[in-house]
T-cell receptor, first 118, second 112 residues
């Protein structure tokens, strides 16, 4: 598609459950980013992929969070043993270049996946 | 690592120019100024970026002071659809780490 697609748009789960959030970036974009946004706050960086590899995962809050991008296109953010504090909007973005370069900071964001942990 | 400072909110009348300030007094020589905005329930949207010269595109103009310690995003004729949170971000686009670091931004309310 023309933009970044994220599914599901809304997910309600119970504390302790496992959740997967999917991101389809713009075709040909090599860089992919995951952010988390809590109410009233700006997006908070989680992880950045350049191709298939995680170039920077310094924003992942703990080992319950994991993300993959096995073929360098679609990415999945995985959250184990969800907690109420994980409730947020999870945003995915892609850009045509990474590791520096002019396109590196012109990110196109998806609409986000709203996660609610009861 | 908040490198920019923005007022929390401002408003303007529809059809008037909206001037959104940003302070980035510690900006380094290789860092550009980027502006994104986020309309309610949507992801952030790129607006414009610049290094030291003023920039203009179909969405907005960016005015950067000569010492580069502050800038102003100008929406020349604000509409109700411009109501959003506007983020000012500084980043070196050639750096090895490409992530953008968002602050809280400034909430612009355009009134009829």
């Amino acid at each position: 598609g023309a933009g970044v697609s994220q599914t599901p748009s809304n997910k309600v789960t119970e504390k302790g459950k496992y959740v997967e959030l999917r991101c389809d970036p713009i075709s040909g974009h090599t860089a992919l980013y995951w952010y988390r946004q809590s109410l009233g706050q700006g997006p908070e960086f989680l992880i950045y992929f350049q191709g298939t590899g995680a170039a920077d995962d310094s924003g992942l809050p703990n080992d319950r969070f994991f993300a993959v991008r096995p073929e360098g296109s679609v990415s999945t953010l995985k959250i184990q043993r969800t907690e109420r504090g994980d409730s947020a909007v999870y945003l995915c973005a892609s850009s045509p270049a990474g590791l520096g370069g002019w396109g590196a900071n012109v990110l196109t964001f998806g609409a986000g996946s709203r996660l609610t942990v009861l | 690592d908040a490198k920019t400072t923005q007022p929390p909110s401002m408003d303007c009348a529809e059809g008037r120019a909206a001037n959104l300030p940003c302070n980035h007094s510690t900006i380094s020589g290789n860092e550009y100024v980027y502006w994104y905005r986020q309309i309610h329930s949507q992801g952030p949207q790129y607006i414009i970026h610049g290094l030291k010269n003023n920039e203009t595109n179909e969405m907005a103009s960016l005015i950067i002071t000569e010492d580069r310690k502050s800038s102003t995003l100008i929406l020349p004729h604000a509409t109700l659809r411009d109501t959003a949170v506007y983020y000012c971000i500084v980043r070196d686009p050639t750096g090895a780490n490409s992530k953008l670091t968002f602050g809280k931004g400034i909430t612009l309310s355009v009134r009829p």
